[in-house]
């Protein structure tokens, strides 16, 4: 495929404000599918769909999201840092629609479970929502917002303090098979899709044939 | 499917080393694919493949990316300190084994694309070196390094000043269409997919039902 077109910052400057949003947002190639589950003192609950959930660690398991204080999702930060915790729960292919919808902008005292039609779940002594219907959920604690001064957005760090999945889905080597847990993606705004397995790989050297391994 | 597994922090602190690192890099979700190229003061080139990058903001174009200092990335990080610039190149599904290879601890004085087979391509008066083959390629302006404390990592952050895809790749309203460009994405520390389109959808709102877009 060839690459026949060429955009440089001064013809991306130049572009429609809706344009450039739809194409820089692909440029980062796929993201991750996420709902973030929140509630606030009064146990209001929310929902938001987010594709910027970024791997920062294993040990402390950290993962980074980026939040733009702008949004809707305001009322994700406020309750994340008031109650000092959140869920990640990754959206399955076949209610990606569902997902999409929580990003409406909604009243206030009007909670996305209801509105789309997905179900709160809890652990005991934790108090934000897991998304029920979510093949892969994720309890974490807030650790730290990182200002980014640039574009004012924030990058909102969080351990992993529990772990919900199917016991199938986990490998003898602690690979999770997300294909198996029919785990969506994001490209763009609005975009979503499934990801077939191609291969995975063994850990590379200088003078060896990569071998195939079991996913 | 039944999430009929739980892990408490404590059972992931307890975890062998090697299977927590396959199992928290699984826990974010699908991850994008990118090569980062760079080159040294002397022209030396540097390819390595990496799964963070993450959409900042589209206005300016921000794109970041994870970096952990004590990796064979090291390069990557002085070089782009060094000459201001890298490139971030998706990579396609037919060469994922390829990007793969890069991760080989390669001596000081081999290039990656040398030996994985890849080919540097130019702009003039950029110094960075694109991949030819990458079907979606974009060259970036180092704009600032925030440092993450908790695990001594790096949020690296550039401003994309050129992008080369395919013009066919752009649709009327700006998205750009990956599964078209072939792009790959990844789990985990070494699983490659392809993307299979569900559903592109309408700009939500809270009375309205979704409609589908052409990607």
Known sequence: MTTNKHFSKRDIDALPQRFRANFINCLSGFKSANLVGTQNAEGHLNLAVISSVVHLGANPPLLGMIMRP??????????ITATGVYTINHIASDWVDKAHQTSARYEADESEFDTVGLTPEYLSDFAAPFV????????????ESVPITHNDTTL???????????????????????????????????????????????????DKSLEKLLP
Chains 1, 2 share one sequence.
């Open 70 to 79: 702008h949004t809707v999702r305001r009322d994700t930060i406020e309750n």
């Open 132 to 143: 029920q219907q979510s093949p892969i959920k994720l309890g974490m604690r807030f650790v």
């Open 156 to 206: 909102l760090i969080g351990e992993i303090q529990h772990v919900l999945l199917p016991e199938s889905a986990v490998t003898e080597d602690g690979h999770v098979d997300l294909n198996r847990c029919d785990i969506a993606c994001i490209s763009g705004l609005d975009n979503y899709h499934k990801p077939q397995h191609i291969a995975r790989y063994s850990y590379a050297k200088p």
